[in-house]
């Protein structure tokens, strides 16, 4: 009997973790990926304990980790004032039976490659190679269109063809044509990372402001031991009327700090100086905030989508890495349920795309930053005591709604069985 193959569309974060679940599951693949050679892009993102215990379950253990990030300890609200609105803290300590992960992208994207390289050979990642497309064939079979980088074009035909390529999934575009273009809803971030001593508890996450004028900084590398300096990652934002939509050209570019260093005048605190963090920068990105309008399918027969290419969503519950390393996971066991065959794509499709792009639209909402939408409402972010604006418990509510509907819910997580059984093969 001949072995199935999955294509993989898109060598990215959901690509190569996909790579290593049907490596894992026993099932042959072989990832596409356009950039000619991988590079460590990118600044901080999070993985939280959903995605941290699946990776623990492909065996990428916690040193693994700590090397191309570290655990977060809390996650903090703080007012315009430097009060605080809300804390809490994360992973182990929050009682998750697995940390919460901060990390560098870049880095973390390399270890999966250099994994999935060790795994599974050289000949898995074939880089300078752009899917443009596919054709379900009659014969039970699908291919994948394929642009080489020197512009030759190629057909190679799988089983079954996954596209993780991304926000601008060319998969994506060929499944559902008739979809809007990139949403754009008036938020502009700066992303950099600047080597600077951690506050708080030295692995906090730090909302500052106003849901439309505001700084995100949390460390994404542990202190150096000597200068006790660790990387921090920042995300300067604030928002501007959408209305005549994304002006500027691309949607990710190197800018200077003095393009928007102004709107965070001022910004300083006896614990946090913003206007220094951004200047020691080394390099800094424009990245307007966008996502797609959900779409009722992400299954066209032997074709799925997972990562961004199936939900792009807003980073403000920081799970869109998180939500792409669990799909790969979910895919994988329903390969085990299924076969490699469509079904276990449908089944796949007809459970999670409805309360994924759920998540996609109350990111959109302003997800567990609405916190600081009530501040702004009741106080216009003046208080000296937050819990004369907000009392304790409907903040803890507030935030247990989100991380319910985002499938962080500790006692759910901490009693459901893995995803994957350890040892569990996909009969062929
Ligand atoms: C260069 C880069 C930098 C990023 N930096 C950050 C960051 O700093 N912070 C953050 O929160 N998120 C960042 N992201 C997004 C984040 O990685 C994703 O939101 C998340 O990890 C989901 O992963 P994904 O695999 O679905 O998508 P991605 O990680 O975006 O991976 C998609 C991959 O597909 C490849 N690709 C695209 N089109 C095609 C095609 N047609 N054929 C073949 N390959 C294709 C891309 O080159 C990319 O490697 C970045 C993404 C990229 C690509």
Redesign the pocket.
Known sequence: MIQPLVLI???????LTMALTLHQIGVKCVV????RKLAP?????NLQPNAVRELYDLEISADDLDRVGLPAKEWALVGFNGNDIYSEQRGILAGYNWPQYALH??HF?MFLYHEVLKRTGKGTVQLG????GYQNNANGTVTALIEHADGKTARETGTLLIG???????VRAQMHPEQPPIHWGGAIMW?GSTLAKPTRTGSSFIGLGSHRHRMVIYPISHPDPTTGLATINWIAEVTVDSSEGWKESGW?KQVEIDDFIHHFDGWTYDWLDVPALLRGAQVAYENPMIDRDPIPTWQDDRVVL????AH?MY?TGSN??SQ?VVDTRLLGASLIEHGVTPKAFQAFDQKFCGPISEVVLRNRGAGPFGLLNLVDERCGGEFDNIDDVIPAKERSEFMAGYKATAGFAIEKLNNSPSTIQHGAKVVI
Request: glycine share 26%.
């Open positions: 569309a898109g060598g990215g974060i959901g690509g596409f990926e356009s950039v892009l990118g600044v901080g993102i992208r870049g994207h190679q752009t899917v443009t993780a390529d991304g926000i601008h999934s060319a992303r990710f997972l990562g961004d290419a792009p980073p869109g890495a792409a």
